[in-house]
């Protein structure tokens, strides 16, 4: 079993609760809108971090991590896109893809709006964990924290911070 710490839309925002409450955690993914190429080294000196960029990185983070990203954690295959949509609403971006190939987890950032959901016509779970900085229209800032192995997840938390 592997813990996941989740985040999104940081907008180049730091946090050292992002650290606190992603202790427990095996890795840390970012699911774009990252803002700064600090805030990206940061987590990924502090565990093994997986990301991918957004619609406001610059360069520099294009250059370091991909625009969508597809790996295999605890024997779960996941797939990862800033800009993403989710059940019902997926982004035209990715909708050939998950028909043609669904993953078990999509996981997408943007909307600001924390969202766990269940598609069951693509049989995968689908989570936004929401903004974790402090740009953008949301009242709440949140990090989400699960744990995976073999396609099953469990002990999934929203963290909520003050914006």
Not at 11 to 33: K, S
Not at 134 to 157: A, K, N, P, W
Request: aromatic share 12%; hydrophobic share 35%.
């Amino acid at each position: 079993m592997t813990r996941i710490g989740l985040l999104s839309d940081t907008h180049g925002y730091w946090d050292d609760r992002y650290l606190h409450y992603f202790e427990p955690c095996d890795e840390i993914w970012h699911a774009g809108d990252i803002g700064a190429p600090e805030v990206a080294d940061r987590l990924k000196a502090f565990r093994p971090f997986r990301a991918v960029y957004g619609n406001i990185d610059g360069q520099p983070l294009r250059t370091d991590y991909p625009e969508t990203a597809r790996f295999t954690v605890a024997g779960t295959d996941v797939l990862m896109k800033h800009i993403g949509g989710y059940p019902g609403k997926y982004d035209r971006s990715v909708r050939t893809l998950l028909a043609s190939c669904p993953p078990r987890l999509f996981v997408s950032g943007h909307s600001h709006i924390l969202k766990v959901q269940y598609d069951p016509r693509l049989h995968l779970l689908h989570i936004n964990p929401g903004a974790a900085g402090i740009y953008g229209f949301h009242q709440v800032r949140t990090l989400v924290r699960f744990c995976m192995d073999q396609g099953e997840f469990s002990d999934l938390e929203v963290i909520e911070l003050q914006k």
